[in-house]
DNA sequence: GAGCACGTACTCGGATAGGTGTTGTCCGAGTGATGCCGG
DNA sequence: CCGGCATCACTCGGACAACACCTATCCGAGTACGTGCTC
Protein backbone atom coordinates (compact mmCIF):
# COMPACT_ATOMS: atom_id res chain seq x y z
CA UNK A 1 0.00 0.00 0.00
CA UNK A 2 0.93 3.39 -0.63
CA UNK A 3 -0.73 7.02 -0.67
CA UNK A 4 0.03 7.27 -4.58
CA UNK A 5 -1.52 4.20 -6.23
CA UNK A 6 0.33 1.75 -8.71
CA UNK A 7 -1.03 3.13 -11.53
CA UNK A 8 1.28 6.27 -11.16
CA UNK A 9 4.28 4.00 -11.52
CA UNK A 10 3.46 2.52 -14.43
CA UNK A 11 2.58 5.38 -15.87
CA UNK A 12 5.64 6.96 -15.29
CA UNK A 13 7.80 4.39 -16.98
CA UNK A 14 6.19 4.01 -19.72
CA UNK A 15 6.06 8.23 -20.44
CA UNK A 16 10.03 7.66 -19.81
CA UNK A 17 9.80 5.98 -23.57
CA UNK A 18 8.00 8.51 -25.32
CA UNK A 19 10.33 11.47 -24.07
CA UNK A 20 13.12 11.14 -27.18
CA UNK A 21 10.60 10.77 -30.27
CA UNK A 22 10.70 12.16 -33.32
CA UNK A 23 7.49 14.28 -33.90
CA UNK A 24 6.20 11.48 -35.84
CA UNK A 25 7.09 8.65 -34.09
CA UNK A 26 4.05 6.77 -32.14
CA UNK A 27 4.17 4.04 -29.39
CA UNK A 28 0.98 1.85 -28.95
CA UNK A 29 0.06 1.21 -25.19
CA UNK A 30 0.15 -2.48 -25.68
CA UNK A 31 3.90 -2.12 -26.98
CA UNK A 32 4.68 -0.20 -24.02
CA UNK A 33 3.03 -2.46 -21.63
CA UNK A 34 4.75 -5.75 -22.75
CA UNK A 35 8.30 -4.02 -23.18
CA UNK A 36 7.63 -3.61 -19.60
CA UNK A 37 5.92 -6.43 -18.30
CA UNK A 38 2.48 -4.66 -17.65
CA UNK A 39 -0.79 -5.47 -17.96
CA UNK A 40 -1.88 -3.94 -22.03
CA UNK A 41 -5.23 -3.79 -21.06
CA UNK A 42 -4.62 -1.57 -17.79
CA UNK A 43 -2.19 0.32 -19.37
CA UNK A 44 -3.96 1.15 -22.55
CA UNK A 45 -6.92 2.84 -19.64
CA UNK A 46 -3.94 4.78 -17.86
CA UNK A 47 -3.60 6.25 -21.22
CA UNK A 48 -6.45 7.25 -21.91
CA UNK A 49 -6.84 9.49 -18.47
CA UNK A 50 -3.39 11.02 -19.18
CA UNK A 51 -4.92 11.61 -23.11
CA UNK A 52 -7.68 13.20 -20.97
CA UNK A 53 -5.61 15.41 -18.87
CA UNK A 54 -3.99 16.82 -22.73
CA UNK A 55 -0.50 15.29 -21.07
CA UNK A 56 -0.53 12.99 -24.57
CA UNK A 57 -1.40 12.56 -28.00
CA UNK A 58 -3.52 10.02 -29.66
CA UNK A 59 -3.03 9.27 -33.10
CA UNK A 60 -5.72 6.47 -34.08
CA UNK A 61 -5.76 3.17 -36.87
CA UNK A 62 -2.91 0.73 -37.89
CA UNK A 63 0.71 2.28 -36.23
CA UNK A 64 -1.07 4.64 -34.28
CA UNK A 65 -0.33 5.12 -30.84
CA UNK A 66 0.94 7.66 -28.32
CA UNK A 67 3.04 10.40 -28.53
CA UNK A 68 3.82 13.63 -25.42
CA UNK A 69 1.57 16.19 -26.04
CA UNK A 70 4.43 18.96 -25.26
CA UNK A 71 7.91 19.04 -24.90
CA UNK A 72 8.83 16.60 -22.40
CA UNK A 73 10.24 19.59 -20.15
CA UNK A 74 6.93 21.07 -19.72
CA UNK A 75 5.74 18.21 -18.50
CA UNK A 76 6.00 17.73 -14.99
CA UNK A 77 5.55 14.92 -11.93
CA UNK A 78 2.84 16.78 -10.73
CA UNK A 79 1.18 16.80 -13.74
CA UNK A 80 1.25 12.85 -14.30
CA UNK A 81 0.12 12.62 -10.60
CA UNK A 82 -2.89 14.73 -11.08
CA UNK A 83 -3.68 13.44 -14.49
CA UNK A 84 -4.09 9.77 -12.80
CA UNK A 85 -5.14 10.99 -9.73
CA UNK A 86 -7.70 13.54 -10.21
CA UNK A 87 -5.72 16.14 -8.24
CA UNK A 88 -7.08 14.71 -5.06
CA UNK A 89 -5.35 16.79 -1.74
CA UNK A 90 -3.47 15.61 0.95
CA UNK A 91 -6.29 15.58 3.22
CA UNK A 92 -9.91 16.63 3.28
CA UNK A 93 -11.10 18.94 5.95
CA UNK A 94 -14.30 17.85 7.11
CA UNK A 95 -15.04 20.92 9.62
CA UNK A 96 -15.18 19.08 12.45
CA UNK A 97 -14.40 22.34 14.71
CA UNK A 98 -17.84 23.10 13.33
CA UNK A 99 -19.75 20.06 14.97
CA UNK A 100 -18.77 20.21 18.39
CA UNK A 101 -21.88 19.60 21.09
CA UNK A 102 -21.57 22.46 23.04
CA UNK A 103 -21.95 24.49 19.73
CA UNK A 104 -26.21 23.22 19.02
CA UNK A 105 -25.84 23.33 15.58
CA UNK A 106 -25.18 27.08 15.41
CA UNK A 107 -21.32 27.70 15.46
CA UNK A 108 -19.74 30.65 16.48
CA UNK A 109 -17.77 33.02 13.98
CA UNK A 110 -14.62 32.42 15.73
CA UNK A 111 -15.03 28.61 15.60
CA UNK A 112 -15.94 28.67 11.48
CA UNK A 113 -13.73 31.80 10.54
CA UNK A 114 -10.02 30.99 9.08
CA UNK A 115 -8.57 28.00 8.20
CA UNK A 116 -8.49 25.15 10.84
CA UNK A 117 -5.31 24.81 12.10
CA UNK A 118 -4.96 20.82 11.79
CA UNK A 119 -5.77 21.67 7.73
CA UNK A 120 -3.24 24.60 7.94
CA UNK A 121 -0.77 21.98 8.49
CA UNK A 122 -1.32 19.77 6.04
CA UNK A 123 -1.97 22.16 3.16
CA UNK A 124 1.75 23.33 4.06
CA UNK A 125 3.00 19.36 3.96
CA UNK A 126 1.03 19.45 0.61
CA UNK A 127 2.76 21.99 -0.87
CA UNK A 128 5.99 21.54 -0.49
CA UNK A 129 5.46 17.98 -1.65
CA UNK A 130 3.88 18.88 -5.19
CA UNK A 131 6.29 21.92 -5.54
CA UNK A 132 9.07 18.90 -4.90
CA UNK A 133 7.20 16.99 -7.95
CA UNK A 134 6.16 20.03 -9.96
CA UNK A 135 10.35 21.28 -10.06
CA UNK A 136 11.17 17.42 -11.55
CA UNK A 137 9.50 16.96 -15.39
CA UNK A 138 9.86 14.17 -17.29
CA UNK A 139 12.67 15.58 -19.31
CA UNK A 140 14.96 15.41 -15.77
CA UNK A 141 13.89 11.76 -15.04
CA UNK A 142 15.04 10.80 -18.53
CA UNK A 143 18.25 12.50 -18.14
CA UNK A 144 18.44 10.34 -15.32
CA UNK A 145 18.26 6.91 -17.46
CA UNK A 146 20.22 8.11 -20.37
CA UNK A 147 22.94 8.48 -17.38
CA UNK A 148 22.56 4.97 -16.24
CA UNK A 149 21.96 2.79 -19.19
CA UNK A 150 24.79 2.08 -21.83
CA UNK A 151 24.02 3.75 -25.47
CA UNK A 152 23.35 -0.36 -26.65
CA UNK A 153 20.21 -0.43 -24.60
CA UNK A 154 18.84 2.63 -26.37
CA UNK A 155 19.51 1.70 -29.42
CA UNK A 156 18.31 -1.75 -28.34
CA UNK A 157 14.68 -0.39 -27.74
CA UNK A 158 14.52 1.60 -30.68
CA UNK A 159 14.93 -1.29 -32.90
CA UNK A 160 12.56 -3.26 -30.45
CA UNK A 161 9.58 -0.61 -31.32
CA UNK A 162 10.89 -0.48 -35.01
CA UNK A 163 10.12 -4.25 -35.19
CA UNK A 164 6.50 -3.95 -33.75
CA UNK A 165 5.86 -1.80 -36.68
CA UNK A 166 6.17 -3.94 -39.72
CA UNK B 1 -11.12 11.51 -1.62
CA UNK B 2 -7.95 12.35 -0.09
CA UNK B 3 -4.58 10.76 0.23
CA UNK B 4 -4.85 10.75 4.24
CA UNK B 5 -7.94 9.02 5.49
CA UNK B 6 -10.51 11.15 7.34
CA UNK B 7 -9.18 9.30 10.79
CA UNK B 8 -6.26 10.87 10.65
CA UNK B 9 -8.96 14.27 11.20
CA UNK B 10 -10.83 12.20 13.46
CA UNK B 11 -7.86 11.19 15.48
CA UNK B 12 -6.30 15.06 15.74
CA UNK B 13 -9.07 16.56 16.61
CA UNK B 14 -9.58 14.11 19.39
CA UNK B 15 -6.31 13.91 20.96
CA UNK B 16 -6.28 18.25 20.68
CA UNK B 17 -8.31 17.68 23.67
CA UNK B 18 -5.82 15.73 25.78
CA UNK B 19 -3.30 18.35 25.11
CA UNK B 20 -4.43 20.59 28.31
CA UNK B 21 -4.71 17.40 31.01
CA UNK B 22 -3.83 17.49 34.48
CA UNK B 23 -1.93 13.63 35.08
CA UNK B 24 -4.87 12.08 36.74
CA UNK B 25 -7.38 13.18 33.96
CA UNK B 26 -8.42 10.78 31.32
CA UNK B 27 -10.84 11.20 28.37
CA UNK B 28 -13.29 8.11 27.11
CA UNK B 29 -13.33 7.79 23.81
CA UNK B 30 -17.10 7.96 23.51
CA UNK B 31 -17.36 11.27 25.08
CA UNK B 32 -14.65 12.45 22.39
CA UNK B 33 -16.86 11.13 20.30
CA UNK B 34 -20.00 12.57 21.37
CA UNK B 35 -18.69 16.01 21.71
CA UNK B 36 -17.47 16.54 18.16
CA UNK B 37 -20.68 14.91 16.47
CA UNK B 38 -17.94 11.77 15.14
CA UNK B 39 -18.90 7.94 15.56
CA UNK B 40 -18.29 7.00 19.06
CA UNK B 41 -17.31 2.90 17.95
CA UNK B 42 -15.17 4.53 15.29
CA UNK B 43 -13.32 6.75 17.59
CA UNK B 44 -12.95 3.42 19.77
CA UNK B 45 -11.36 1.80 17.26
CA UNK B 46 -8.84 4.78 16.22
CA UNK B 47 -7.60 5.15 19.75
CA UNK B 48 -7.07 1.36 19.77
CA UNK B 49 -4.44 2.10 16.81
CA UNK B 50 -3.08 5.70 18.77
CA UNK B 51 -2.37 3.18 21.66
CA UNK B 52 -0.95 0.42 19.98
CA UNK B 53 1.31 3.25 18.43
CA UNK B 54 2.05 4.32 21.85
CA UNK B 55 0.82 7.88 21.73
CA UNK B 56 -2.00 7.28 24.24
CA UNK B 57 -2.17 5.64 27.38
CA UNK B 58 -5.51 3.59 28.13
CA UNK B 59 -6.77 3.59 31.65
CA UNK B 60 -9.63 0.72 32.24
CA UNK B 61 -13.15 0.57 33.92
CA UNK B 62 -15.00 2.94 34.97
CA UNK B 63 -14.18 7.02 34.77
CA UNK B 64 -11.20 5.41 33.22
CA UNK B 65 -10.24 6.61 29.32
CA UNK B 66 -7.05 8.03 27.27
CA UNK B 67 -4.63 10.46 28.24
CA UNK B 68 -1.19 11.30 26.03
CA UNK B 69 1.88 8.87 26.86
CA UNK B 70 4.03 11.85 26.58
CA UNK B 71 3.96 15.39 26.57
CA UNK B 72 2.28 16.69 23.75
CA UNK B 73 4.81 18.99 22.36
CA UNK B 74 6.85 15.50 21.73
CA UNK B 75 4.38 14.32 19.83
CA UNK B 76 4.45 15.21 16.19
CA UNK B 77 1.34 15.70 13.53
CA UNK B 78 3.70 12.96 11.58
CA UNK B 79 3.44 10.51 14.58
CA UNK B 80 -0.32 10.36 14.76
CA UNK B 81 -0.49 9.93 10.93
CA UNK B 82 1.92 7.19 10.90
CA UNK B 83 0.59 5.41 13.99
CA UNK B 84 -2.66 5.33 12.13
CA UNK B 85 -1.66 4.84 8.79
CA UNK B 86 0.86 2.31 9.21
CA UNK B 87 4.13 4.41 7.80
CA UNK B 88 2.86 4.41 4.41
CA UNK B 89 4.95 5.48 2.03
CA UNK B 90 3.97 8.12 -0.74
CA UNK B 91 5.14 5.96 -3.34
CA UNK B 92 5.87 2.02 -3.97
CA UNK B 93 8.28 1.44 -6.27
CA UNK B 94 7.70 -2.22 -7.50
CA UNK B 95 11.24 -1.90 -9.75
CA UNK B 96 9.11 -2.15 -13.03
CA UNK B 97 12.59 -1.04 -14.49
CA UNK B 98 13.95 -4.87 -13.44
CA UNK B 99 11.28 -6.42 -15.89
CA UNK B 100 12.22 -4.76 -19.41
CA UNK B 101 11.59 -7.83 -22.45
CA UNK B 102 14.73 -7.11 -23.56
CA UNK B 103 16.48 -8.67 -19.94
CA UNK B 104 14.56 -11.97 -21.01
CA UNK B 105 14.25 -12.28 -16.96
CA UNK B 106 17.97 -11.47 -15.88
CA UNK B 107 18.78 -7.71 -15.72
CA UNK B 108 21.75 -6.56 -16.09
CA UNK B 109 23.82 -4.31 -13.36
CA UNK B 110 23.14 -0.95 -14.42
CA UNK B 111 19.41 -1.35 -14.61
CA UNK B 112 19.29 -2.57 -10.73
CA UNK B 113 21.84 -0.59 -9.27
CA UNK B 114 21.24 2.51 -6.94
CA UNK B 115 17.50 4.41 -6.81
CA UNK B 116 15.08 4.30 -9.74
CA UNK B 117 14.80 8.28 -10.97
CA UNK B 118 11.48 7.91 -10.25
CA UNK B 119 11.91 6.60 -6.95
CA UNK B 120 14.40 9.42 -5.97
CA UNK B 121 11.94 12.26 -6.80
CA UNK B 122 8.72 10.78 -4.87
CA UNK B 123 11.00 10.10 -2.16
CA UNK B 124 12.29 13.65 -2.11
CA UNK B 125 8.92 14.77 -2.24
CA UNK B 126 7.41 12.64 0.45
CA UNK B 127 10.93 13.56 2.66
CA UNK B 128 9.74 17.37 2.71
CA UNK B 129 6.09 16.66 2.99
CA UNK B 130 6.90 14.45 6.14
CA UNK B 131 9.75 17.26 7.68
CA UNK B 132 6.43 19.91 7.53
CA UNK B 133 4.25 17.41 9.40
CA UNK B 134 7.05 16.66 11.60
CA UNK B 135 8.14 19.93 12.62
CA UNK B 136 4.00 20.62 13.93
CA UNK B 137 3.59 18.88 17.31
CA UNK B 138 0.47 18.57 18.90
CA UNK B 139 0.98 21.57 21.59
CA UNK B 140 1.23 23.67 18.44
CA UNK B 141 -2.02 22.52 17.14
CA UNK B 142 -3.71 23.19 20.54
CA UNK B 143 -1.95 26.37 20.67
CA UNK B 144 -3.92 27.93 17.94
CA UNK B 145 -6.70 26.96 18.81
CA UNK B 146 -6.70 28.77 21.94
CA UNK B 147 -5.49 31.97 20.07
CA UNK B 148 -8.87 31.87 18.62
CA UNK B 149 -10.88 30.08 20.91
CA UNK B 150 -12.30 32.03 23.76
CA UNK B 151 -11.55 31.52 27.17
CA UNK B 152 -15.27 31.01 28.36
CA UNK B 153 -15.42 27.86 25.80
CA UNK B 154 -12.46 26.40 27.13
CA UNK B 155 -13.98 26.25 30.48
CA UNK B 156 -17.43 25.05 28.79
CA UNK B 157 -15.87 22.46 27.75
CA UNK B 158 -13.98 21.61 31.09
CA UNK B 159 -17.27 21.44 32.63
CA UNK B 160 -18.88 19.25 29.66
CA UNK B 161 -16.11 16.25 30.23
CA UNK B 162 -16.84 17.04 34.74
CA UNK B 163 -20.51 16.73 33.97
CA UNK B 164 -19.62 13.45 32.17
CA UNK B 165 -17.91 11.86 35.01
CA UNK B 166 -20.75 12.19 37.51
C1' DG C 1 -19.24 2.45 62.64
C1' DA C 2 -15.81 -0.13 59.85
C1' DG C 3 -14.47 -3.63 56.67
C1' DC C 4 -15.58 -6.67 53.04
C1' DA C 5 -17.95 -8.90 49.25
C1' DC C 6 -20.85 -8.36 45.50
C1' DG C 7 -23.29 -6.24 41.61
C1' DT C 8 -23.29 -2.81 38.24
C1' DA C 9 -22.10 0.41 34.94
C1' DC C 10 -18.65 2.01 32.24
C1' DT C 11 -14.38 1.43 29.78
C1' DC C 12 -11.34 -0.72 26.35
C1' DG C 13 -10.61 -4.36 22.72
C1' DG C 14 -11.23 -7.22 18.89
C1' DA C 15 -14.22 -9.62 15.61
C1' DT C 16 -17.73 -8.61 12.19
C1' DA C 17 -20.47 -6.23 7.80
C1' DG C 18 -21.19 -2.41 4.13
C1' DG C 19 -19.48 1.06 0.86
C1' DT C 20 -16.04 2.93 -2.04
C1' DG C 21 -11.87 3.12 -4.85
C1' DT C 22 -8.25 0.79 -7.17
C1' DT C 23 -6.76 -2.84 -10.19
C1' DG C 24 -7.43 -5.63 -13.97
C1' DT C 25 -10.22 -7.58 -18.02
C1' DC C 26 -13.03 -7.61 -21.94
C1' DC C 27 -15.27 -6.31 -26.08
C1' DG C 28 -16.81 -2.74 -29.42
C1' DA C 29 -15.85 1.51 -32.60
C1' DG C 30 -12.91 3.66 -35.59
C1' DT C 31 -9.04 4.11 -38.83
C1' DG C 32 -5.21 3.50 -41.79
C1' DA C 33 -2.73 0.02 -44.42
C1' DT C 34 -2.94 -3.74 -47.62
C1' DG C 35 -4.24 -6.69 -51.21
C1' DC C 36 -7.38 -7.59 -54.99
C1' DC C 37 -10.04 -6.58 -58.96
C1' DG C 38 -11.27 -4.02 -62.95
C1' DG C 39 -10.05 -0.78 -66.40
C1' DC D 1 0.46 -0.81 -65.41
C1' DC D 2 -2.66 2.21 -62.55
C1' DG D 3 -6.62 3.50 -59.70
C1' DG D 4 -10.49 2.41 -56.76
C1' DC D 5 -12.58 -0.52 -53.39
C1' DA D 6 -13.32 -3.99 -49.97
C1' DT D 7 -11.07 -6.41 -46.34
C1' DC D 8 -8.33 -6.72 -42.43
C1' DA D 9 -5.42 -5.95 -38.66
C1' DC D 10 -4.33 -2.84 -35.28
C1' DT D 11 -5.35 1.04 -32.42
C1' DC D 12 -8.03 3.64 -29.04
C1' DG D 13 -12.13 3.95 -25.96
C1' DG D 14 -15.41 2.87 -22.64
C1' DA D 15 -18.22 -0.60 -20.16
C1' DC D 16 -17.69 -4.53 -17.01
C1' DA D 17 -16.02 -7.65 -12.76
C1' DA D 18 -12.64 -8.86 -8.75
C1' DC D 19 -10.15 -7.41 -5.02
C1' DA D 20 -8.64 -4.59 -1.14
C1' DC D 21 -9.09 -0.93 1.97
C1' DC D 22 -11.66 2.45 4.64
C1' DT D 23 -15.61 3.36 7.41
C1' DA D 24 -18.75 1.99 10.63
C1' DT D 25 -20.99 -1.22 13.96
C1' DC D 26 -21.65 -4.58 17.45
C1' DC D 27 -20.74 -7.44 21.24
C1' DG D 28 -17.53 -9.49 24.72
C1' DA D 29 -13.74 -8.97 28.49
C1' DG D 30 -12.09 -6.51 32.19
C1' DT D 31 -12.04 -3.10 35.86
C1' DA D 32 -13.08 0.60 39.23
C1' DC D 33 -16.77 2.43 41.73
C1' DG D 34 -20.82 2.24 44.62
C1' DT D 35 -23.88 -0.31 47.59
C1' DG D 36 -25.40 -3.33 50.95
C1' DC D 37 -24.35 -6.76 54.34
C1' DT D 38 -21.92 -8.57 58.22
C1' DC D 39 -19.19 -8.17 62.29
New interface residues.
Given amino acids: ?4 A ?1 S ?3 A ?2 CLLFLVDMTPEQTFSSNDLA ?5 SPSYVAKLFTQLKNAGLVIAVEGVGGGYQLARSAKDIS ?1 LDVVDGLEGG ?7 D ?2 R ?4 FRGSPPS ?2 T ?2 LC ?2 H ?3 L ?3 Q ?6 KE ?1 SLAD ?1 AQ ?2 RR ?3 QA ?1 MA ?2 TT ?1 FQSRKT
Same sequence: chains 1, 2.
Avoid: D
Avoid at 88 to 94: I, N, V
Fill in positions: MALYSVEQLHELQGLVKPLFRCRIRNCALWARGSIAVMEAERMRQTLNLGVKAPYEVW
